[in-house]
């Protein structure tokens, strides 16, 4: 739940991370939740440029519902919006996401894509001008995380106190994700500084 939060929080100034996962940008998030029993609140509901409607999830585990949660969103969505969205599963996590993505029977035939961020080409997170952008780069395959790291940091550095603040408190719950080369390379980089 805290990675949920924390990832929401950086929703609205991400500019690269939602072009590499659509081939769009987008042009407006949407507040969506759906009362009943059962609360559900989607994680982002969004139109891009090109006129599809996304829906996005975040998974930083594994979740044998994942499959059915989509499922329900889809109709949620549809019905609300008139328009079956795109939907993608983007994987946090550490470990190998095990996730089913499809039914495929007689009379369903459903599919939602499932992307782990550590397959995106986290170069063009870190490159952009969005520092949301570029702490979710953290997430990625680099080959030297300590530069990338020092980059991000250098960033952070440039902010006001109150924003540096946050950002800190931000990457510090993202380094929970990574916790065999992170958080010890963020130790050493604040002593640094």
Known sequence: MKYDTTFKSLFPDIKVLFTLLTGSHIVKIENVEYASVKQRRADLVAWLANQELLHL?????????????????????????????????LYIGNKT???????DSIDVKFRYHLIDIRDVDCTQLLESESLSDNLLSLLGNFKDKQQILQRVMQRIARLDKNRRADMLEKLAILAGLRPAELPQLIKQELERN
Request: glycine letters at 4%.
């Open 57 to 89: 999830e975040l998974q930083s585990d594994s979740d044998t519902n994942m499959l059915w949660r989509e499922w329900e969103y889809c109709g949620l969505i549809a019905e609300r919006y008139g328009q079956i969205p795109h939907q993608i599963v």
């Open 97 to 103: 996401p095990e996730f089913k993505t499809e039914i």
